[in-house]
């Protein structure tokens, strides 16, 4: 048996399972990318020396490698570095993976970028000190360091990914001293089960899965001085019904209702609309439509049009709204019929404009069709006073 066994690719060869499972192992110089499966099994190296031409290495592989102790990287190589056993991007700016062994970790200065999992399921675990130079903690980076209880993060950090911390018994810790975990302004945890959150000034950013999960949750205030919401903050909250937003908000991320299958309200702006199915609506368009009127956005059109009768409804003289809602009106206009909602019905009608000795017969059709008597009666007394037709007329005509 081969003590590497290898696969070709456009890159060149891949290392996909290593049989060599000793103290030390140097992997060829004829490999350029490492499989993340490719030390499954390898539990006795303690030292891995990764050669010249690699380009490519997973930042995961040491969770295979529970006795390694060191990682070494050829000077020549342009990609990697290895600092203390520990392995860093070419110029040790990023941190990207570090061997098992280690109950205590400064990360040197200079350092800018925990990778993904780079720290994920260490053991032994205990301490950690993170530099200056930070910024970014990228996801899962402690995700299960069942021994993790100190750490010291720097107020430089600005980006803590999904699942930074899960699992360790640090976060728990925190979270039991306060019932939001807000580090340098990011809101990364909570251990909350109101019904009603309001949540606290002092953050700036709702970050990623914040709030998964939870159950008990019906509405929630975000307040002005947040800026940012992160990827599925809101994710697999299944009895969320109303959402308030800051009108400042500038960065909304993707996916933030997940796994949510209901209808919510959003409070934006002095507006208030319905979503139906949160679950496939990327609400970052629809503010974006609202902030720059860009209406020709290819968005589901039941909630476009909630979007904007809304805005209608605050600003009934908008020319650029005016013109969209010409174009569309047929359709929109039966939205609001299926809903009764009388309100903004009376508010069109009051502008004179839209609903016309023409179109009125096919609305008022429409609204006996689909038994919206009150929707029906607000047109007929519209038609009776606006449009000269004695109420004999009205009554043989639709049957009154």
Not at 99 to 121: C, K, N, W, Y
Not at 184 to 190: A, E
Not at 335 to 353: A, F, H, N, R, S
Request: hydrophobic share 40%; glycine share 4%; net charge neutral.
């Amino acid at each position: 048996m081969s003590d590497f066994l290898t696969e070709n690719s456009h890159h060149g060869l891949i290392l996909k399972k290593c049989n060599k499972n000793e103290k030390i192992v140097i992997i060829p110089e004829s490999i350029k990318a490492i499989d993340r499966c490719a030390f499954e099994g390898c539990d006795r190296i303690e030292k891995i020396v990764l050669p010249e031409g690699l380009i490519h290495i997973p930042e995961t592989f040491v969770e295979f490698l529970p006795r390694l102790k060191k990682i070494c990287v050829s000077e020549k190589n342009r990609i990697y570095a290895s600092v203390n056993g520990v392995l860093y991007n070419k110029y040790c700016t990023s941190l990207i993976a570090c061997p098992m062994d280690r109950t205590l970790i400064s990360v040197p200065e200079g350092v800018e970028l925990i990778q993904d999992s780079a720290f994920s399921h260490h053991p032994w675990l205990t301490d950690v000190i993170l530099p200056n130079s930070l910024i970014t903690i990228s996801d899962s980076a402690f995700f299960g360091c069942e021994n993790l209880a100190r750490i010291y993060i720097p107020p430089s950090v600005k980006v803590i990914g999904r699942n930074a911390f899960y699992g360790t018994p640090w976060l728990k810790q925190q979270k039991l001293k306060n019932p939001f975990l807000i580090i340098n302004g990011i809101l990364v945890d909570r251990n909350i089960y109101q019904t009603h959150v309001t949540v606290p000034n002092t953050v700036t950013c709702i970050g990623e899965n914040a709030f998964w999960g939870l159950s008990k949750m019906r509405s929630i205030i975000i307040p002005e001085s947040v800026k940012e919401i992160q990827n599925y903050a809101f994710g697999n909250c299944s009895n969320l019904r109303e959402i308030f937003l800051p009108d400042g908000v500038k960065c909304i991320g993707y996916d933030l209702f997940y796994k949510y299958y209901q209808d919510i309200t959003i409070h934006y702006k002095g507006l208030s609309f319905p979503f139906r199915h949160a679950f496939n609506i990327e609400l970052r368009k629809f503010l974006w439509m609202i902030n720059f009127q860009n209406f020709d956005e290819e968005l589901d059109d039941y909630n476009k049009y909630h979007v904007i009768w809304a805005m209608f409804d605050k600003n009934p003289e908008d020319e650029t709204l005016l013109h969209y809602i010409g174009r569309h009106f047929n359709s929109m206009f039966c939205q609001l019929i299926d809903e009764q909602q009388t309100q903004i019905v009376e508010k069109i009608l009051k502008t004179g404009k839209f609903i016309t000795q023409n179109n009125i017969d096919e609305f008022i059709s429409y609204a006996i069709k689909n038994q919206k008597p009150e929707i029906q009666l607000i047109l007929i007394n519209h038609k009776y006073q606006h449009f000269d037709f004695h109420d004999d007329d009205i009554r043989r005509r639709f049957a009154l």
